[in-house]
């Protein structure tokens, strides 16, 4: 892709890129999705490997995210969740945002696997906006995916 066909692609969401929410027992639903589902939990989240359409050499990921009932992360929505969106060019996006009146919450925060800002929709819903950096983590689960397919255990 030439540099002026991708500057003019920046600022743009180009995908879902994690599902954040609260639960009651963090442990024991993460435990239900590895045993049941086969999520690679790595005591944090499941990460799930992609291509990226436009650079199809470039590996993207989507985050599985279970918080704690108590945690403060979504602040200052009041809901049990938050959805993260990837974007092209954070930068441009906020200043386009900002124009358009939408007011950022806190300050970007950069990490090695990538760049952050945040935002509040009409309805009260906190937006994570993530410019991944990097290469996906690569995480072994601690099991066998799908270990208990099949068993007995149906209702757990």
């Not at 809901?79 to 969106?85: G, Q």
């Not at 906020?94 to 935002?119: M, N, P, S, T």
């Not at 906006?129 to 099991?143: A, N, S, V, Y």
Request: aromatic share 12%.
């Amino acid at each position: 892709m030439a540099e002026n066909d991708r500057a003019e692609k920046d600022g743009i969401v180009t995908g879902v890129g994690g599902i954040f929410f609260k639960c009651r027992d963090r442990e024991a639903l993460a435990s239900w999705y590895q045993k049941k589902l086969g999520f690679p939990y790595d005591g944090i989240g499941a990460s799930f490997l992609f291509r990226e359409d436009d650079d199809p050499k470039k590996a993207g990921y989507l985050v599985w995210g279970p918080f704690r009932k108590d945690s403060d992360y979504f602040r200052p929505s009041g809901k049990d969740y938050m959805i993260n969106l990837r974007v092209r060019g954070l930068d441009a996006l906020l200043k386009r945002l900002q124009a358009a009146g939408v007011e950022q919450i806190g300050e970007v925060e950069e990490y090695d696997y990538g760049r952050f800002a945040w935002i509040m929709d009409p309805e009260g819903t906190k937006i994570e906006l993530w410019e991944q950096k990097g290469e996906p983590p690569i995480h072994e689960p601690d099991h066998e995916p799908g270990i208990e397919w099949g068993s007995e255990e149906k209702g757990e």
